[in-house]
């Protein structure tokens, strides 16, 4: 299994960004200032990659090297740019499906999504920045290599990523409890991208308003609901029958 590693030190880290290397998180000494920090702080902006801001006690604890104020998380997943992925999928001849996770933070059950994902045909997997489980080692175990195969959009807001599905006619579902639809009653064939959220919270509120259709996964007794990555699973087997 793949390692992730500490880039260390200003230089290296806009070597390792502009050579395409993937960094999944920057950790910043505070008060850090210099043209190098500028143009790692605008090429964090442009690929989305969270800047976190730390006392030099933090760095410290990690290397004994000369870290200069910054080090990086070196990425296991390539992240893609939503938009490309969409123009990729449709340009390939392939109906749009794309999973959503709002706030699952357990990486095992990011890693079982990805890998009934890419079983069941979906193309991508769309994360925010923030509030989500990393994709590490654990992910990528529990994933048996699906993290790897499937497209990774990571975005700074899953609102704009809404949007962006919405401009190129990508249906945005997502489950609510007291919905009157069943999964088996969506229109699953058409593009469309499902939003699994949290097991305490659910999805959050402005995406739930945003979404186009509601649904329930039905159950046979009164048991308080499935896991998230088991969920996942059923309503993705369910989009590929429908597209069978």
């Known amino acids: 299994m793949k390692q992730s590693k500490l880039i260390i030190g200003r230089q290296p880290l806009v070597e ?8 999944d998180k920057i950790l910043m000494q505070r008060n850090a200032a210099g043209e190098v920090v500028g143009e790692i702080r605008q090429l964090a902006r442009e690929l989305n990659i969270p800047i976190q801001v730390v006392p030099p006690e933090k760095l410290g604890s990690l290397t004994k090297a000369n870290h200069q104020g910054v080090i ?12 490309q992925v969409v123009d990729h999928v449709v340009g390939a001849g392939s109906v749009p499906l794309f999973v959503m996770l709002d706030g699952v933070t357990d990486v095992r059950n990011i890693g079982a999504i990805a890998r009934s994902a890419l079983c069941c045909g979906a193309q991508a997997l769309i994360i925010p920045d923030k509030g989500v489980g990393a994709l590490n080692e654990e992910a990528m ?7 790897e195969l499937i ?50 919270k659910g999805v959050q509120p402005y995406i739930r308003k ?14 308080d609901s499935f896991n998230v990555s088991v969920a996942a699973g059923i309503i993705l087997y369910e989009a590929m029958k429908h597209r069978l």
């Not at 390792?16 to 960094?23: M, N, T």
């Not at 175990?141 to 993290?147: C, E, F, N, T, W």
């Not at 945003?210 to 048991?223: L, R, S, Y």
């Open 72 to 83: 990086a998380f070196a990425g296991l997943v390539q992240y893609m740019d939503l938009q």
């Open 151 to 200: 497209q990774v959009c990571r975005v700074p807001s899953l609102l704009k990523a809404v949007d962006t599905l919405h401009l190129n006619g990508i249906k945005v579902f997502t489950s609510e409890m007291k919905a009157e639809k069943k999964v088996f009653e969506l229109s699953l064939a058409e593009p469309c991208c499902i939003v699994m959220g949290s097991e305490d």
């Open 16 to 23: 390792a960004i502009r050579s395409g290397r993937a960094v």
């Open 210 to 223: 945003a979404a186009d259709e509601f649904f329930t996964i039905p159950m046979a007794g009164n048991f």
């Open 141 to 147: 175990k529990s994933s048996a290599g699906a993290l």
